[in-house]
């Protein structure tokens, strides 16, 4: 899962930083709670504690994702 900075057309990309957000998490939990291995790519701190949080509440070890 890739988080990017660049600016795609409304047809195909949430313009609204908190609708980013809110999706980039609602696909990282379900990642994190599907699959035996997640790669989560982000410079965003602010998701990077939101992943952390989410896998420590939900009793998913460190060794089930990854940071890139």
């Known amino acids: 899962l890739v988080k990017g ?5 409304e047809s ?4 609204r930083l908190e ?4 999706a ?3 696909l990282a939990e379900t990642l994190l709670s599907h699959n035996p291995y997640a790669a989560i790519a982000t410079h965003d701190p602010l998701m990077i ?11 998913i070890g ?7």
């Open 49 to 59: 504690e939101a992943v952390k949080a989410y896998a420590d509440a939900q009793g």
């Open 5 to 9: 900075a660049y600016r795609e057309p």
């Open 12 to 15: 195909v990309a949430h313009q």
């Open 19 to 22: 609708d980013v957000n809110a």
């Open 24 to 26: 980039f998490m609602r």
């Open 62 to 68: 460190r060794d089930r994702f990854e940071f890139q």
